[in-house]
Structures are given as C-alpha cells and as structure tokens.
C-alpha cells in the first residue's frame, strides 16, 4: 500500500506562532513536500493573535524546518514551498473575528487551484477550541474540510462531551480527526503488524501466557517552557489519557475483522470499555525536584517558568489498570510516565509467567526472569525476546538473552515523523490512527476519579520517580530501570 498524494488543499494552522506548529506541524508539511506527497494545488495559512507579516512567517518557518526537521531544507525543495506559506493574524473569541480569513482563503484558492478544500488544524491551547469551531460554522467553513484538533481533547469528562457536542453541531463525525501522534508513530502501526501479520505471538498473548504489561513513556526532558500549559494539565493529561491509554488500546485489543477505520476503532473501544475505572489506590503521582540529568543540574519543577511555587500539578504518574475480559482478566498493566526521568525511552514489556516446572530451579541453579517481549517505541527502535540460556562451561548456568529486531539496521532508515504520517492522512481522509470520540470520553471517564489534584511524592530529576511508585508493582520490578 503506497501512500497517495491528496486532493488539492489549503492547511490553517491555528496556533501558527506556537510550539507545536515551529518545532512539528512545519517540519511534517514541508517533508511531505519534499517527498512528493502533497499535491501542486497545495497552500498553508498560518492564523494566530501574534501580527507577522507572510514573509516574517516564511522566515520563522524556514528557521523552524532547518533546526526540526528530519532532513534539513533543501533549497530547491524550500523555493517551491515558501510562496505556497502565508498568515493572517485575529483573534478566535468574538463573533465574526474570522471574517477575514475566509478573503484570504479565497485568494490562495484563486492563486493554488486548492479548490474550495481546507483543513483547520487546531493547534492553539485547548482552551480555544470551542470559539475556534464556532467561528468556523459562522464564517460557513466547515463545508467541505476537515477539522484537526489537537490533544488534550477537553479537560475532564465534562468538558471532552461539551468539545464533542460543538464540534458535532458544526461538522460531521466524518470530518473530525482528533490527533494523538503516537498513533501515528512507525513502531506503534508495527504493533499491529507484529500481532497480526505473525501467526506465532497471536496464541501466547493472553492471560495463560502473560503476566503483565508494562507501558512506559519516560521522558528525561523537563516542561521546556510550556509551564503555563503544564500546570492545567500534568502528566495525567498530558500523557497517560491520551498516549498511554491508546497505546495499550493497540496492545490489548482483539483482531479486528478487516483493516479499516472503523473496525479498528471498535475493537479498541471494546478494550477501553472492558476497563474498570481508576481507582485512587492504584495511582501514584509524583513531580520532580531539582537534580541532575547526563551530568548537569536542572531545576525542580516548582523553580520552572510560569509554575506556581507550591504547584501541586503532577509531572510522574504510575498506575495500575486491568482489562477484564477473557483475554486479559487478571493480568496487571501498568502505566508509567514522567518528565526529568532517568532517560528518555518509550516501551512495552510484556512479560510472561515462569515455566510450570522450574526443572533447574529444582536442582539449585539460580534462574534469573521470566521471558520478555520488549517493543521498544522510541529510541532505538525495535523488538527484543529475552530468554534464558546456558552460559557455555561444565557447570550449570543461566542467564538471560536476547533477540534482537533493530528498526535502523533492518530497514536503513529512521522511522518517519508521526505528524508526516498523520497530516497526510487528515487530506486523504482516513482516519484509521485518529480517535474517535467515543473513545476519547472513556478514556476521560476512566481517568476522572484519579484527575483530583492530591499532593505529589517527590522524585529528583534524574531518578525514575517516587520510590513510591515501585511498591505498586512488587513484588516485581519495573522492566524500564
Ligand atoms: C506531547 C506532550 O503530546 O508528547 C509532551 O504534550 C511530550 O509533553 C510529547 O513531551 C512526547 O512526544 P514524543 O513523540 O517525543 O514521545
């Protein structure tokens, strides 16, 4: 299946002058370009509050592709694109504020051929997604396009269904695309390729072989300036409702019956319905103090920009969740995440019981672990079996050993960029790796008893979190150390 290029297009960036647009949404665009998957009749309207004019928008863009992107700009690449960029500033909060925009979609119409076609990717804090759509279905915009809103999708339950309805009043189902970029990562799509395309995992993924699951988004990184965002959301909602949760939906989910949008967003519903709600006892929240990270001091997260001193916003949660159907009752997963870890690694271990008869056991030799299937999402890449073997000599002795699949080595390329993968997607129109909204406001329904902000264990930066956290999962250890 080779990707097609998209109908003719205009993007609107909201949040133009955003972090996410310079350091992500640009660098996709322009990759995609550059790889010959947008179509000629193809323009960007960058919109926010901040006034720039076209061309200090194409030299922040220009600057933003060549410190982000995965491949640097290419000049000739960059001429053809450039032209293609512009920018209208306003605001999204009063009625009629985007009249203006509607002139200069027009205009790139008139100038691209991009047919009358949009997308509206909303990249503005989440607080503006309400007027964002509201403005649309005044200025009569949603004809026609799509829409992109970015995570968190609301706050809590409450504010997730009050989002659903707005956006349901304005656009068809069919034309939302609620992003969460980890669906759209290379090693995520790989998960259900490695279940379902291979006969010999498929039998032993369930409760008579597995243990447990264990996911991990670590991050070594801080807030990195986003204090402000950070401090209404958390790890909580930054993280575990939307990533962690979705990436255990592709994990545990049933084999849906043919690959397409819909049955793969049934089956992961039916994984997050089969989850009982959190429970305050099984949740261990935690947030950094100053520390050390790869040999250099960084601040506490209370010493961070726009972070209250006595914040009590949570940059670490683990927890402890259940899926109960006949798949996977009884087996523990585990969710972890957090900022200024130990380091920077996002996996899975799947960990599965002892053998039945622990022959050399019996006989005195030492048997270090149970066998792991390790997915590793980012960095390095890959799949690892771990296993016991013999350590070559006379006498008896076993220790653990690997497998090794490595993403760079077999396939010589570094796995593309989510966003180029899922803004490709939004102008083909197919929204396989997008959550629907149903799937949003379980996971909000299944996160909101443990949402109450309750004071944080601390952990110095640079550790993997509260000590706290490791009583959760005895008596084993955390697979990620
Ligand atoms: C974003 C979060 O959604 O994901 C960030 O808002 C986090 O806080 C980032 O750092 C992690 O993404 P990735 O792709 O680097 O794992």
């Known amino acids: 299946m080779t990707l097609a290029i998209p109908d003719p297009h205009v ?28 179509p000629d009749q193809f323009a960007v309207i960058g919109y926010s509050r901040t006034p720039l004019s076209d061309e200090q928008f194409r030299s922040s863009s220009r600057e933003n592709v060549k410190e982000h992107s995965r491949t640097g700009v290419d000049e000739r690449v960059w001429e053809w694109f450039e032209p293609r960029l512009h920018y209208v500033s306003g605001e999204f909060d009063s009625e009629g504020a985007m009249h203006h925009l509607v002139e200069r979609l027009d205009t790139c119409d008139e100038l691209f051929g991009t047919e009358g076609r949009r997308v509206f990717y909303c990249a503005t804090p989440p607080q503006a997604f309400v007027d964002i759509v509201q403005r649309l279905g005044e200025e009569k915009l949603h004809m026609d396009s799509r829409i992109v809103i970015e995570k968190p999708f609301g706050e809590d339950l409450k504010s997730a269904k009050e989002l659903n309805r707005t956006l349901h009043e304005v656009f068809n189902e069919s034309q939302i695309y609620r992003i969460d970029h980890y669906l759209g990562k290379e090693t ?10 291979n006969g010999m995992f498929e039998p032993i993924w369930n409760r008579r072989f597995v243990r447990s699951v264990e996911l991990n988004v670590a991050e070594d990184i801080g807030i990195e300036g ?36 819909e049955s793969i967003r049934d089956e992961k519903m039916k994984v997050l319905n089969a989850m009982p709600v959190f429970e305050a006892v099984n949740v261990v929240r935690g947030q950094y103090t100053a520390g050390e990270i790869d040999g250099e001091q960084v601040p506490g997260y209370r010493e961070e920009e726009d972070v209250a001193p006595d914040s009590i916003t949570e940059t670490f949660t683990a927890m402890k969740g259940s899926v109960e159907n006949w798949r996977w009752a009884g087996v523990p997963f585990y969710l972890r995440t957090g900022k200024r870890l130990a380091r920077r690694s996002t996996e899975v271990t799947v960990t599965f019981h002892d053998a039945p008869h622990m022959l050399f056991e019996e006989a005195g030799v030492s048997v270090p672990d149970a066998n792991k299937i390790t997915i590793r999402i980012q960095p390095d890449e890959g799949i690892s079996l771990t296993f016991d073997a013999k350590v070559p000599g006379p006498d008896m002795q076993v220790t653990p050993v690997t497998m090794d699949f490595d993403y760079e080595d077999s396939f010589m390329t570094a796995p593309a960029e ?30 909101d008893p443990v949402l109450e902000k309750t004071p944080p264990h601390e952990y110095a930066a640079g550790t993997w979190g509260p000590k706290k956290a490791d009583e959760l999962i005895a008596p084993w250890k955390w697979a990620l150390r």
């Open 11 to 38: 993007v609107v960036i909201f949040g133009a002058s955003g972090d996410l647009t310079g350091r992500k949404l640009m660098p996709a665009l322009y990759n995609l370009f550059a790889q010959e998957l947008l």
């Open 226 to 261: 986003r204090g402000k965002f950070y401090e209404s959301a958390g790890a909580m909602r930054d993280i575990v409702q939307n990533h962690l949760l979705q990436l255990l939906t592709v994990l545990a989910m049933e084999p849906p019956s043919s690959f397409n949008a």
């Open 418 to 447: 989510a966003y180029e993968r899922l803004l490709h997607d939004v102008m083909d129109g197919d929204r396989t790796l997008f959550p629907r909204g149903d799937e949003a406001e379980r996971a909000w329904q299944l996160l």
């Open 188 to 197: 995520v799509q790989n998960i259900l390729v490695f279940r379902f395309s």
